[in-house]
Structure formats: structure tokens, C-alpha cells
């Protein structure tokens, strides 16, 4: 079992940073760690997510070379830097644990988080 809390979400500006943190407790050695979106209105879409090499990042498109995934196997927590926030980044970020896939969304998640909600204004 592995339970997940992420911080850091608030409200920003357009063109600001902002870091999302996720604390894991339980084994978490087995699973890839990632980070997923709910905007408004929309399903929920794949961000990024990094194995427990840390050298196996991956991300989707709409990151656009902004975000940033890391993971602190010694710490248990997984990190989102994003900068240069648009405001179509306003959503509500999920922690995740889980796989990869082959097929569909690189990540299937077993465990999620609670989310913590990003809006960012133009």
C-alpha cells in the first residue's frame, strides 16, 4: 500500500514558476513515480513520470521542455518544477504511483494522491 500527499499548488502569474512536491510513504521502490492533470471541464491527462533510476524521465508534449520531474528515493518524495506557467497549465495536479505502459498513456497509476490545485492567471 503506498499513500501519497502532494504540496506546493497556489495560485501564480503567467510566466512564473512553481514546484509541486509529493511525499510517499510505504514501498515505493517497485513503482514508477509521475505527476497527472485535471483541468476543468477535461479527463485527467499524463504529465511526466520518472523511474527509480531517476535517468528514465518522461514526458508528455504539453510540458513543452518546462517541467521538470526528480525523485529523492532517500526522501520518498517525487518533485514537479514547471516554469514558464501558462495558464492552460491550470489544473488540479495528482501525485502518482503505478507502471508504465506500452500503449495509450505512458503511465497507469495504482496509487494516487489527493491533488493540489494550480491556477495560473494571465
Known amino acids: 500500500q503506498v499513500q501519497l500527499v502532494e504540496s506546493g499548488g497556489q495560485q501564480v502569474q503567467a510566466g512564473e514558476s512553481l514546484r509541486l512536491s509529493c511525499v510517499a510513504s510505504?514501498?515505493?521502490?517497485?513503482?514508477?513515480m509521475g505527476w497527472f492533470r485535471q483541468a476543468p471541464g477535461k479527463e485527467r491527462e499524463f504529465v511526466a513520470a520518472i523511474g527509480w533510476s531517476r535517468s528514465s524521465a518522461r514526458y508528455a508534449d504539453l510540458t513543452k521542455g518546462r517541467f521538470t520531474i526528480s525523485r529523492d528515493n532517500a526522501k520518498n518524495t517525487v518533485s514537479l518544477q514547471m516554469t514558464s506557467l501558462e495558464s492552460d497549465d491550470t489544473a488540479i495536479y495528482y501525485c502518482?504511483?503505478?507502471?508504465?505502459?506500452?500503449?495509450?498513456?505512458?503511465?497507469?497509476?495504482?496509487?494516487w494522491g489527493q491533488g493540489t490545485r494550480v491556477t495560473v492567471s494571465s
Open positions: 510505504g514501498r515505493t521502490a517497485n513503482y514508477v
Open positions: 502518482a504511483a503505478g507502471v508504465l505502459v506500452p500503449t495509450g498513456s505512458p503511465m497507469r497509476a495504482d496509487y
